[in-house]
């Protein structure tokens, strides 16, 4: 519970951003019992946190750059964001071919580094229900059959997936369940510093209006710098890098349930990752951004390369009339003058700006989803003097999310439940259900008898019962909000289902505002 504002329409904290890091940090500071309002300008996720590669990781090349304590921190995560969140959060193991081609010769990491990094990956970050590494014999295992007949042998680790955008929508769920005000397509267009507080000047639906926050924190991703020296009007206290990341989804290559991880003679590496049933995600590329982040869009280039990269080491060369869909996101990487894009850290950098008279600013640099608890803690604790109730004690790290409450293990059980609970939801549609809302996928179907309960379908099994759930608890207002951030259906409606769904969604959001 939220605690009484002094004086009404004061917050404890502002927040700008509703990406992962700033929807991290307004769910921690609401379970303490701070005020919070939350600002996005657009919908949540709708940058950065919706563009990732999807995973939960350690990752494994910031070994090289000696990274120890990121990779230790996002390690320890995984299992924690896994136990708390199981129906967006799972494990997946990861294949990571080994060959004559690779050799240190061409630039590619030797099979004695890949064990020992492995080795540190393992034990690094106090792995408890992830398996360990172990080597594979690609001519027996069925990981070799996609593969070009050269790779014979392959090293497999664990990692784990996210359903990154509902990760973010599901800790802006929470925190609006603890009393933060959570506002989407609302920019805040200044903020101005007094003494003891911040006064923002917000606008939404071309309306402006005035909120005061004890606190502020610019958790804008890449536009972060812009935030400092446009709203604020501050001078940015650290450097902010923006590296495009760009993917491509082609038609299901492989068959089985892992991932491959290829390292590329450029030293980057390429995931190629089962994805949504159907297909094969691939990516990601690693280069300077310049422009603005909000028309980042994956270049004919990277396209290009992410096929070539799969295609040296698929039996089928991946080919550019492949691609059913690419997505691109700006990365806000804090600038550590690395000379390469890919060697940029990931880390997060905290930038605090305050003294006595001067009311808090808390600017948010880099990052990365796998860790986002954890920045949102160390947020708090550099808050702790100007927001009283960032001394309360961290919590979030037993707490689940919305839905998570069932086992880690408990997927398929859940779905089985459900379709006792309902015998007429067909089993893939349980298994979408739960896998994106677990167990609050009983409250879509509440009170159904026959899929005609559920309304309208508007394309795959996508039904009017669930868009509205989508409107009413998760913020969504338009049909990219579903498609592509609260779920991926948009890789299986056609343009004019998607039309008639944002059709749908407008009308009915017109009626409930004259109602």
Known sequence: MSLRREQPGLY??????????????????????ASVV???????????????????HGGLRYLERAEFRLVREALREREVLWANAPHIVWPLRFVLPHGPGLSPASGLRPA???????????????????????????????????????????????????EDSRLVVLNARDAAARGAAIRTRTRVVAANRLADRWELTVEAAGRRETVQARALVNAAG?????????????????????????????????????????QNADGRIVFA????????LIGTTDRDYHGDPAEVAASEEEIAYLCAAASAYFREAVRREDVVWTYSGVRPLYDDGATKAQEATRDYVLALDAGPGRAALLSVFGGKITTYRRL????LEHLRDHVAAARAPAWTGQARLPGGDFPATGFEPLVAAIRREYPFVEAGLAARL????????????????????????????????????????????RAEDV??????????LEAAQAAALDAFMREDAVASSAA
């Not at 760009?246 to 068959?255: E, N």
């Not at 179907?445 to 009017?464: M, W």
């Not at 592509?484 to 948009?490: A, D, E, H, I, T």
């Open 376 to 379: 949102a803690e160390s947020a």
């Open 112 to 162: 004695w580094l890949l064990r020992l990094g492995l080795l540190l990956y393992d034990h690094l970050g106090g792995r408890k229900r992830l398996p360990g590494t172990y080597s594979l014999d690609l001519a027996r295992d069925e990981a070799g059959a996609p593969l070009k007949p050269g790779f014979r042998r392959a090293f497999e680790y664990s990692d784990c997936w996210v």
């Open 273 to 280: 990752i089962p994805y949504e049933r159907d297909f094969t």
């Open 483 to 492: 498609l592509w951030r609260r779920s991926k259906l948009g890789l299986r």
């Open 12 to 33: 404890d904290l502002a927040i700008i951003g509703g990406g992962i890091n700033g929807c991290g940090i307004a769910r921690d500071a609401a379970g303490r019992g």
């Open 38 to 56: 939350l600002f996005e300008q657009n919908d949540l996720a709708s940058g950065t946190s919706s563009a990732s590669t999807k995973l939960i």
């Open 222 to 262: 890449p536009w972060v710098a812009q935030v400092l020296t446009g709203v604020v009007r501050a001078k940015a206290a650290a450097g902010v890098r923006l590296v495009q990341g760009s993917h491509i989804v082609v038609r299901r290559i492989f068959r089985h349930d892992r991932a491959y991880i290829f």
């Open 434 to 477: 739960v896998r994106a809302y677990g167990t609050d996928a009983r409250e879509i179907l509440a009170g159904a008898r026959s899929p005609a309960d559920l309304g309208r379908v508007f394309g795959a099994d996508l039904t009017e019962r669930e868009v509205r759930y989508l409107m009413r608890r998760e913020w969504a207002m």
